[in-house]
């Protein structure tokens, strides 16, 4: 008698086990592997890649390779929009270490050895712009690299107001 309810209540407990399975496995948020559609190799085509996702004739190799001297300023005229850019850029991405005066005296750089360069010495005012795009995109010996940080086009509005700011009176 006694085996018979524990075979009973074993069986019963199984049951709902089961049940409860079951339940989760029907209410399954997403689909099993074996049941959503299986795609074959090139059964699909393929989405075509937009054109530029893969730089060969121009990009940022291109300008890495390029001797600073020969390396020139896209931009066709310097106007005050420019102008204004590079302003923007400078004041977020430069000021930190190249100081509000554009004297190296930031406040962030002044750990740095050597110090941030003065922008407004005739040095500077005096380099080619692909130099200073150069030294930007790609750092100097403590300068920061960034080229991976600014656009193209920033990093050349930067180089205009750079050298619009002329030498230290
Ligand atoms: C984290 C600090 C830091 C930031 C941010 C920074 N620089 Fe510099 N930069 C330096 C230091 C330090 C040097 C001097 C050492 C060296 O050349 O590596 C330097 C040097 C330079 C030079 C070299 C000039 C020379 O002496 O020949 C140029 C050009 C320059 N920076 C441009 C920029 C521009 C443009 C930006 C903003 C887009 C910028 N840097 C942002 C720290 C910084």
Redesign the pocket.
Same mark, same amino acid.
């Given at each position: 008698m006694k085996k018979g309810i524990i075979v009973l209540l074993l069986g019963g407990f199984v049951f709902v086990v089961y049940q409860a399975l079951m339940f989760y496995d029907n209410n399954f948020p997403y689909g099993r592997m074996r049941e959503t559609p299986a795609v074959r190799p090139y059964e699909k085509p393929l989405l075509v890649m937009e054109p530029g996702t893969v730089p060969f004739n121009g990009g940022e190799a291109l300008y890495r390779a390029t001797d600073p001297q020969d390396l020139e300023s896209p931009l066709k005229k310097i106007d005050a929009a420019v102008l204004d850019n590079g302003r923007q850029?400078?004041l977020t &991405?430069?000021a930190?270490? $190249?100081g509000p005066d554009y004297d190296g005296n @930031?406040t *962030?750089?002044q750990s &740095?050895a050597? /110090? =941030?360069?003065d922008f407004k010495s005739p +040095?500077?005012q005096k !380099?080619a712009e692909g130099?200073?795009f150069k $030294?930007?995109s790609y @750092? @100097?010996? +403590? !300068? =920061?690299a /960034?080229a991976t940080t600014?656009t193209v086009k920033r990093?050349w509005e930067? *180089?205009a107001f750079?050298k619009s700011l002329g030498t230290r009176k």
């Amino acid at each position: 008698m006694k085996k018979g309810i524990i075979v009973l209540l074993l069986g019963g407990f199984v049951f709902v086990v089961y049940q409860a399975l079951m339940f989760y496995d029907n209410n399954f948020p997403y689909g099993r592997m074996r049941e959503t559609p299986a795609v074959r190799p090139y059964e699909k085509p393929l989405l075509v890649m937009e054109p530029g996702t893969v730089p060969f004739n121009g990009g940022e190799a291109l300008y890495r390779a390029t001797d600073p001297q020969d390396l020139e300023s896209p931009l066709k005229k310097i106007d005050a929009a420019v102008l204004d850019n590079g302003r923007q850029g400078y004041l977020t &991405f430069c000021a930190q270490c $190249h100081g509000p005066d554009y004297d190296g005296n @930031g406040t *962030v750089g002044q750990s &740095f050895a050597p /110090l =941030p360069t003065d922008f407004k010495s005739p +040095r500077i005012q005096k !380099a080619a712009e692909g130099y200073l795009f150069k $030294h930007m995109s790609y @750092g @100097g010996k +403590r !300068a =920061p690299a /960034l080229a991976t940080t600014i656009t193209v086009k920033r990093r050349w509005e930067i *180089v205009a107001f750079i050298k619009s700011l002329g030498t230290r009176k």
